[in-house]
């Protein structure tokens, strides 16, 4: 089954993230539909208005995924957008259905050398969520993604949103 799966990640990472999204979401491999907020895809938000930006991402990205993918790259954990995007991800309300949730380490980042973003690693400790090294083919992230689908339902008591929204991007 593909999905449509919402990518989360720091704009200083698009070089690594846009070879991901294109090489599993193009025709040829198709292994999902992409749901992203970027330049490079078009779908850029210009507004200096964080509630706006956040309301946009929920209701034209967020709320038809079924699945979100945070890419690790060396300084997304200090990013207020991930924060907001992984916490959105992890609501069940009348707007907002629940995703599953991954995360996928950039080429040359792994869980011994790259901070992981506090929601997520809240997730991950709670057993909602798994950490995954970079894929090397289709049907490895088909299996990251459906792990991360079937895991909305069968570990929904795992979840952990407790924590407090990011205010301000990290330096």
């Known amino acids: ?33 992409k749901r992203i907020v ?7 938000i ?24 945070v890419m690790i790259g060396k300084e997304t954990y200090k990013r207020k957008y991930v924060d907001w995007e992984i916490a959105s991800t992890l609501r069940n309300d009348q707007n907002n259905k629940r995703s599953g949730l991954a995360g996928i380490f950039l080429p040359g980042c792994n869980q011994f050398n790259t901070p992981i973003p506090d929601r997520l690693l809240d997730n991950v400790k709670s057993g909602y969520a798994k950490l995954y090294n970079y894929p090397t083919n289709s049907y490895q992230l088909s299996q990251i993604i459906e792990e991360a689908f079937n895991n909305r339902i069968l570990k929904s008591n ?9 205010e301000y991007n990290q330096l």
Do not use: A, W
Not at 46 to 69: C, F, G, K, Q
Not at 158 to 166: A, G, P, T, V
């Open 1 to 33: 089954m593909q999905h449509k799966v919402f990518i989360s990640y720091h704009h200083k990472d698009d070089y690594e993230v846009c070879n991901f999204v294109t090489k599993y979401s193009n025709s040829y491999e198709n292994t999902f539909i």
């Open 158 to 166: 795992n979840i952990d949103n407790s924590r407090k929204l990011k």
């Open 46 to 69: 210009n507004s200096n208005n964080p509630e706006y930006t956040m309301r946009v991402i929920r209701e034209n990205y967020l709320t038809d995924s079924t699945v979100t993918i």
């Open 38 to 44: 970027g330049n490079e895809y078009g779908t850029e």
